[in-house]
């Protein structure tokens, strides 16, 4: 089979495989990660893959459509978010009028898909079929069976058009350990379909390469999609030697390249962590990383992960608030924060903090507290976000049951910009106040001139970060500075 995969065009340089979508203020651009699993996967399998990332590469439906016809695949995913959807079935129509010879089965995948299959497959006469959930081995199975003209009854984790009927097959078992294990490398997806200098983290040094240890996340935030939609509350880990052999592959292809281990939370298992930090050491691993972490773990596992080559850890503060971070599950509490922060300080290890408003108990006093919290314990880079919620999260549903989401028009939750925006309204704060308020808070946190200072500091000690900041301050400074 020929197997096409497709990150769509939307807004240039949209982010559609982050956890909250959108064309981001510092530039952002994502590899489509999940996608990248499921070449791999399609691959293996014999299958003739191409993967297309429309918005790295800055392609029109135009472009994608003669692409495709190039290509003739007789499979198509498409991948989807909440936030581009009705854009996504778009661009799907666009392929099934320009592609008839041969008809390809055109299956979409990704978050918003996965949590409304139904109703999504309503909306879109042109689409085939959904894989829900982690799909690497839907798509595999699917295109053998349609190689093979069985029944598609036997592809679990579908959701299918058949005669007229939507019809869904039994839910696919997550990957285990092993399966992880048996999946080609990510990173070797991305050096035969990616163009690794088109993606861009402001919080990292460029150029990177972007892999996951693990997934899965057992803490049970009610916000984060990925965990309630794709892959699960059991974090499910790489081998030690498999991921030691992934960054040994990566080192041996781009000497120098940055590494970001997109886990859910990497330091979950903290003794796993230390056990990856020794073996990193034993194997004479010399590239940085960045991980995303939780604002919980102690000195000594930081302090591992600094010997290993750990250079940033991305967490969630969300907020100031103890009775806020209950609210929406969090597990963690403000105290804890702030000595993680002191200790990722003595250990040498950069923090990146993440700041989420509009959450239940909202007020204006709680939000400038929570700024002054941000400026108090000094990440060495900030963000901001209005609370987006997603079909398929608690956070969703609770929105929804209280009165407090006042839209569900899929395309609402985007700026006319492409960037991020909020249907979420709170007693005495609309939503264009909550993401004002996001706009206030960057403008004060990025143009303290303390921080000015340290970040002047930093790229006078290291080329890489002078590149990366002077990237994310040219990124940044329209929307800064803008009125």
């Known amino acids: 089979?020929?197997?096409?995969?497709?990150?769509?065009?939307?807004?240039?340089?949209?982010?559609?495989?982050?956890?909250?979508?959108?064309?981001?203020?510092s530039g952002n651009l994502y590899y489509p990660i999940w996608l990248g699993y499921a070449t791999a996967a399609v691959e293996q399998a014999g299958h003739t893959v191409r993967l297309i990332d429309a918005p790295a590469a800055g392609l029109s439906l135009v472009d994608v459509i003669a692409l495709a016809g190039l290509f003739a695949p007789d499979l198509i995913a498409v991948d989807t978010?909440?936030?581009?959807?009705?854009?996504?079935?778009?661009?799907?129509?666009?392929?099934?009028?320009?592609?008839t010879?041969?008809?390809?089965?055109?299956?979409?995948?990704?978050?918003?898909?996965?949590?409304?299959?139904?109703?999504?497959?309503?909306?879109?006469?042109?689409?085939?079929?959904i894989a829900r959930r982690e799909f690497d081995h839907t798509l595999r199975d699917l295109a053998s069976a349609l190689e093979s003209g069985l029944d598609l009854q036997g592809v679990t984790g579908l959701t299918v058009r058949q005669d007229g009927e939507i019809v869904a097959t039994p839910d696919r078992q997550e990957l285990k350990p092993a399966d992880l294990d048996a999946l080609p490398f990510v990173s070797a997806v991305w050096s035969r379909h990616a163009n690794v200098a088109?993606?861009?983290?402001?919080?990292?040094?460029?150029?990177?390469?972007?892999?996951?240890?693990?997934?899965?996340?057992?803490?049970?935030?009610?916000?984060?999609?990925?965990?309630?939609?794709?892959?699960?509350?059991?974090y499910r880990r790489r081998s030690i030697d498999n991921v030691v052999a992934e960054f040994q592959w990566v080192a041996g292809r781009w000497p120098g390249i940055h590494i970001f281990l997109e886990d859910d939370t990497l330091t979950v298992d903290r003794k796993r962590c230390r056990q990856l930090a020794a073996a990193l050491i034993a194997g004479g691993n010399r590239i940085r990383f960045t991980a995303n972490s939780r604002a919980d773990v102690d000195f000594e596992t930081l302090e591992a992960l600094k010997a290993a080559g750990l250079r940033m850890v991305c967490v969630g503060f969300e907020s100031s608030e103890d009775a806020i971070l209950e609210g929406i599950e969090k597990r963690l509490r403000v105290e804890q924060s702030r000595q993680f922060v002191a200790d990722a300080k003595r250990a040498g290890v950069l923090v990146h903090g993440c700041f989420m408003v509009g959450n239940p108990g909202e007020t204006r006093a709680t939000l400038a507290r929570t700024l002054d919290y941000a400026q108090e314990i000094k990440p060495d880079s900030a963000q901001f976000f209005p609370l987006m919620v997603y079909p398929g999260?608690?956070?969703?549903?609770?929105?929804?049951?209280?009165?407090?989401?006042?839209?569900?028009?899929?395309?609402?939750?985007?700026?006319?910009?492409?960037?991020?925006?909020?249907?979420?309204?709170?007693?005495?704060?609309?939503?264009?106040?909550?993401?004002?308020w996001c706009n206030h808070a960057r403008r004060r946190f990025y143009s303290d001139p303390a921080f000015i200072r340290r970040k002047l500091r930093q790229s006078a000690g290291d080329r890489s970060e002078m590149y990366r900041n002077l990237r994310a301050a040219r990124e940044l400074a329209g929307h800064i500075f803008a009125r």
């Open 1 to 25: 089979m020929r197997v096409l995969l497709l990150n769509p065009p939307f807004h240039p340089r949209f982010s559609r495989s982050q956890r909250s979508p959108a064309r981001t203020k």
């Open 81 to 99: 978010s909440t936030p581009s959807i009705m854009n996504d079935l778009e661009v799907v129509d666009g392929l099934r009028a320009g592609l």
């Open 101 to 129: 010879r041969p008809r390809p089965f055109i299956v979409l995948t990704g978050t918003h898909a996965s949590a409304l299959p139904e109703e999504t497959l309503r909306r879109a006469a042109s689409v085939d079929a």
């Open 198 to 234: 088109s993606y861009f983290y402001s919080i990292t040094p460029h150029p990177q390469v972007t892999f996951v240890t693990g997934r899965g996340c057992p803490y049970r935030c009610d916000f984060c999609v990925w965990p309630q939609v794709l892959t699960g509350h059991g």
């Open 393 to 436: 999260t608690r956070a969703f549903d609770r929105a929804q049951a209280s009165g407090a989401l006042r839209s569900e028009d899929w395309s609402s939750w985007l700026r006319p910009d492409g960037t991020h925006n909020t249907v979420i309204s709170r007693p005495g704060l609309p939503s264009a106040e909550l993401v004002a």
